[in-house]
């Protein structure tokens, strides 16, 4: 069983920086491609970034892409999301989630991720 605690949401205004924290434990760390999804109030969770086991490759969504990024630390077992020039259409909360499942690409899908935490708040004020 693995858990997923997210940390570092808070209330920031338009322009701003956050760092979201993902701690995993219960696994190896190297066995888990991580993601993080959002989820507004109304709309569909959808996906924000992931990073394949090993930290090479990452994946961002179009409406993200240049201002946050993936990263990971094997030896925290922690993944993180540095979220710059924050927008208030990025209000949501923000979800971690791995996959145990070895595929040859990363994927974006919420349904194929095996593992999800219990979210934190951002909210961008404009």
């Known amino acids: 069983q693995v858990q997923l605690v997210e940390s570092g949401g808070r209330l920031v205004q338009a322009g701003g920086s956050l760092r979201l924290s993902c701690a995993a434990s219960?696994?190896?760390?190297?066995?888990?491609?991580m993601g993080w999804f959002r989820q507004a109030p109304g709309k569909e969770r959808e996906f924000v970034a992931a990073?394949?086991?090993?930290?090479?490759?990452?994946d961002y969504a179009d409406s993200v892409k240049g201002r946050f990024t993936i990263s990971r630390d094997k030896t925290m077992n922690t993944v993180y999301l540095q979220m710059n020039s924050l927008k208030p259409e990025d209000t949501a909360v923000y979800y971690c989630?791995?996959?145990?499942?070895?595929?040859?690409?990363?994927?974006?899908?919420?349904?194929?991720?095996?593992?999800w935490g219990q979210g934190t708040q951002v909210t961008v004020s404009s």
């Open positions: 989630a791995a996959d145990l499942t070895v595929r040859e690409v990363l994927v974006r899908t919420p349904r194929l991720y095996d593992y």
């Open positions: 219960g696994s190896p760390f190297s066995l888990l491609t």
């Open positions: 990073i394949t086991r090993s930290g090479a490759l990452s």
